[in-house]
């Protein structure tokens, strides 16, 4: 039988969660890689392109595709009496960052991701929304990742999405954003920052990938870059499980309450604590591309389809895309 949530128990408990455990909990991995790094021109000319005044002013992802967005005859905000928990603004953490491209009217955009722990230690987990190659029929361009960008500050540096190296499934590219939302999900394969160095070689470590661990989890941490703000959000709430009303948007979802989690927070990371840092069991998106209010986060299920996709990113498969 499963245990109801009580708000209060639960709030007391975040608290309690929140104060035991700091960013700075999180463990490093130790690096299998050895020898010099090698500096990468590709990440020196988007560490060029992409200046401070280029990274704020680049616009959130949902953005482009508010018009096509429909809305749910039972608009899927919070419910009578239920307690939402505040979000925080915060300098971020290593794991957790930003990715930027250009559209192809040279606006610049971005969506949120995370560090996934992998062999070649260069994966990040974003929406699928977020990653798709294309935008209508032109790829993506200068799309790197930037891990806990704030204020204009790219403090671990640049990483280049590598050729080839977006990872979305098949059927949400068939299906679309709406059909497809249990679909939206997705990783990118990234190249060595300027530096040379790997991804988490960089950043000190990343968070594990969770999968078939169900819709119920408590604390989550969920972290989120919102569009036009300078530093990512922090929200500590708890997930349930939530099933379409809906029937152009079909499917179950993790759902999750935070105040403030408005557009550009797309792909955030919806964490809990696991043994020496973090693990991931979502990222906003899915339901509504993660949903029509501020107050309320959704994110596709993470089952056997999640941990495929992330098989094939890890052995470099060709990728899914847009059929022809």
């Known amino acids: 039988m499963r245990r109801l949530f009580r708000p209060r128990a639960v709030k007391g408990a975040l608290a ?28 020196e000319r988007l560490d060029a392109y992409w200046t401070a005044d280029r990274l704020v002013a680049a616009l959130p992802s949902d953005t482009a595709d508010d018009d096509a967005q ?47 722990h992998s062999p070649g ?12 190659s294309y935008s209508g029929s032109s790829p993506r361009r200068n799309l790197a990742f930037v891990p806990q960008y704030h204020d204009g500050l790219k403090p671990f540096g640049v990483f280049p999405v590598r050729a080839n190296g977006v990872y979305v499934p098949q059927q949400y590219y068939d299906l679309g954003e709406d059909a497809g939302a249990e679909y939206d999900v997705g990783f990118a394969a990234t190249e060595p920052n300027q530096n040379g160095l790997s991804l988490e070689d960089a950043t000190g470590g990343a968070v594990r990938l969770l999968t078939g661990t169900g819709y119920r989890h408590a604390p989550v941490r969920m972290i989120g870059y919102p569009g036009g703000a300078e530093k990512p959000l922090e929200c500590w709430s708890w997930t349930t499980r939530w099933d379409s009303d809906d029937p152009a948007d079909p499917g179950s979802y993790l759902r999750i309450a935070c105040k403030a989690f408005v557009d550009g927070t797309s792909g955030g990371p919806m964490l809990v604590p696991w043994s020496g840092g973090w ?28 941990r495929a ?5 890890v052995s470099g498969a060709p990728p899914a895309g847009p059929s022809s």
């Open 309 to 313: 996709l992330y098989d094939d990113a």
């Open 70 to 116: 429909t809305v749910s005859a039972k608009v899927d905000g919070p419910r009578p009496g239920e307690y939402v928990p505040p979000s925080r603004s915060f300098d971020g953490m290593p794991q957790a960052g930003t990715f930027f491209w250009t559209d192809p009217t040279g606006t610049g955009r971005t969506c949120s991701g995370s560090v996934v």
């Open 279 to 306: 693990a991931v069991v979502g990222i906003i998106g899915g339901y509504h591309t993660g949903g029509n209010t501020p107050e309320i986060s959704y994110s596709a299920y993470f089952g056997d389809k999640v």
């Open 121 to 132: 230690h260069d994966l990040v987990l974003s929406a699928g929304h977020c990653l798709r």
């Open 16 to 43: 309690i969660a929140a104060a035991l455990l700091p960013c700075a909990w999180f463990a490093p991995l130790a690096s299998a890689h050895a020898g010099p790094p090698t500096p990468n021109p590709v990440a």
